[in-house]
């Protein structure tokens, strides 16, 4: 008996630890893309500063809401003493506003289309879509994640596929003033 | 883990939506190439405070392991000093 619970928290410490390694290397990830993003604009202040005219960083700021408000059902589901019908509702509203998040985006990249393929603005961009659109791919992945845990909600993976989406939601408060508005 | 209670969570929420309405009073007044600098650093300063309440409140760091709290803290903060750094490049190169 002693033996299985000392196996099970031995499991519990090794899914944490990968957690955290995966956490840290999208954080990596997303630093070394935020930061070429900053030395690019450095290097073309007057081509990224007309370019970020043409983003809606209104639309952006509805999306840091629906983003924050997904994150906030997360905590709910992942806080202590909450029921297993409380989880997974709470997981199913964060994973739908995820959703609604990546629909919002899409009609975004619907306006700022056009203006990508001038010639000033190819570097500033491209820099744009590969970052949004990798974080992007994130939301969309990590909402399908919570969905599959609120069909079982287990404790375990609760913890997990929350502190996955909290990082994703840390990422986007960091990228929406540096490539809309600083 | 998040070791807030629905209600302390909810709260945090409301401070939550309530600086990103405040960085949209903002914004409603850029419609030029040149951000100032005060505007600039205030949005980061925003933004590194939400990205605390996320860290400490939703993610239940508050009393989670230190080096790992303040690794998650540190990422938001060192790239809005680097953006902040870059605005001040920007706006020293305006002023020369």
Redesign the interface.
């Known amino acids: 008996m002693q033996d299985a619970v000392a196996s099970a928290a031995g499991e519990e410490e090794t899914d944490a630890f990968i957690l955290?390694v995966l956490i840290?290397s999208e954080?990596a990830a997303f630093?070394v893309l935020?930061?070429a993003f900053?030395v690019a604009?450095?290097v073309s202040?007057?081509d990224f500063?007309?370019a970020?005219?043409h983003l809606k960083?209104?639309i952006a700021?509805l999306n840091?809401?629906v983003l924050?408000?997904s994150?906030?059902q997360?905590?709910?589901a992942?806080?202590?003493g909450?029921s297993t019908a409380k989880k997974r509702r709470a997981l199913v509203i964060a994973a739908l506003l995820g959703f609604l998040f990546v629909a919002i985006k899409f009609y975004e990249y619907g306006t700022e289309l056009r203006f990508a393929g001038e010639d000033a603005f190819q570097s500033f961009f491209e820099l744009y879509f590969l970052l949004t659109g990798f974080h992007l791919v994130h939301v969309a992945f990590v909402g399908v994640v919570l969905l599959l845990v609120a069909w079982k909600p287990r404790p375990a993976n609760v913890?997990l596929a929350?502190?996955l989406w909290?990082?994703i939601?840390?990422v986007w408060?960091?990228m929406?003033?540096?490539l809309?508005?600083? | 883990m998040s070791d807030r209670s629905p209600k302390q969570l909810m709260r945090t929420w409301i401070f939550l939506l309530g600086m990103v309405l405040l960085g949209m009073l903002l914004a409603r007044e850029l419609h030029d190439t040149t951000v100032p600098l005060g505007f600039a650093l205030a949005l980061l300063l925003l933004a590194v405070l939400k990205a605390r309440l996320v860290v400490l409140d939703f993610l239940g760091m508050r009393f989670g392991p230190r080096p790992l709290r303040n690794g998650l803290l540190a990422w938001p903060s060192f790239f809005a000093l680097a953006a902040a750094a870059k605005a001040l490049i920007g706006a020293v190169s305006l002023v020369g």
Do not use: C, M, Q
Request: proline share 7%.
């Open positions: 955290w840290w954080l630093g935020i930061g900053l604009s450095i202040p007057e500063a007309v970020r005219l960083p209104g700021a840091t809401l924050l408000t994150g906030w997360a905590a709910v992942a806080g202590k909450a913890d929350t502190t909290h990082v939601d840390l408060i960091v929406f003033p540096v809309y508005l600083a």
